[in-house]
């Protein structure tokens, strides 16, 4: 996927780490300029649509989205969790409809939409996918809003961004804790600088309600939900290991570390049950 700007987390402090690929030795922008966009599809997984890209492909989606400027467009990312909730009959479908594009992450996905027949062409990491659009940003010179977690980790984030992609142009940031006063003050702000990208981590479904009652005043903006990665990006939170990523057990590795999350875990099983059932039921079907 090109040349990577990894956050290495030392002391508490995420530390720029930068390494070379193939794709410095290529111009990308055209690359991702030569993508055939009305090539791309979308499949069903659970009757709930899920964008079936490459990684280079969802960046050039995304290029596209910015450089045309009528947004506001709504990048989500799913996983079997967010799917469960968002399913026809549930009180979040609307989610689905909302959202302009679907990105496949966390475990599962690929799985379940080759049970169903309707393959996916590959996972799109979350924090990775945000570097690419961080990096075209950088190059491209488009603009960049942090809106969401705790103000000292967006702070973090920010600041860790800013070393890692040095003239970057984040032109805003703000916690996504606030009274209805400040919140005022967040939507005007955003109103008048009219980012070409905000990254939006409130949680889900937070965020996509946030999105949906201050859309407009989103003026131009693709706004990515990014759930909890500021924490990453601050360096609050260890990504999984990657044995963990490569396997697609990132899931797992956070629900043994952290026992709260046993909920989801939950949630995960009765999505692998949907998939099965559904499964059977199309083969019985012929």
Do not use: C
Not at 235 to 258: H, S
């Amino acid at each position: 996927m090109g040349a990577r700007h990894n956050l290495i987390p030392m002391n508490g402090v995420m530390e720029p780490e930068t390494y070379s690929s193939a794709r410095e030795d290529r111009d990308y922008l055209l690359e991702y300029k030569s993508v055939d966009l009305r090539s791309l599809r979308r499949e069903s997984v659970l009757d709930v649509p899920v964008d079936n890209v490459t990684r280079d492909e969802a960046v050039a989606l995304l290029l596209d989205l910015i450089e045309k400027k009528k947004g506001p467009h709504a990048v989500m990312f799913m996983d079997p969790v967010k799917l469960s909730a968002i399913r026809p009959g549930m009180k979040n479908h609307w989610i689905a409809e909302q959202a302009r594009v679907i990105l496949p992450d966390g475990a599962g996905m690929l799985w379940a939409s080759r049970m169903l027949r309707h393959p996916l062409k590959e996972r799109i990491p979350m924090i990775a996918f945000l570097m690419d659009i961080v990096r075209l940003s950088m190059k491209k010179e488009f603009t960049i809003y942090l809106l969401g977690s705790k103000v000292d980790t967006v702070e973090k984030a920010f600041h860790n961004l800013n070393k890692s992609f040095p003239g970057v142009r984040i032109i805003g940031r703000h916690g996504g804790h606030f009274d209805a006063e400040r919140g005022e003050l967040v939507r005007q702000a955003l109103r008048k600088s009219s980012p070409d990208v905000i990254f939006l981590g409130m949680g889900f479904p937070t965020q996509e309600k946030w999105y949906r009652d201050n859309i407009d005043f989103l003026s131009r903006s693709v706004v990515v939900f990014v759930d909890g990665a500021f924490d990453v990006l601050s360096g609050n939170e260890r990504k999984a290991p990657d044995w963990a990523q490569v396997r697609g057990l990132a899931w797992f590795w956070r629900t043994i570390t952290r026992p709260y999350r046993v909920l989801r875990f939950l949630r995960m099983i009765r999505f692998y049950v949907s998939v099965v059932f559904r499964n059977l039921k199309m083969r019985n079907s012929g």
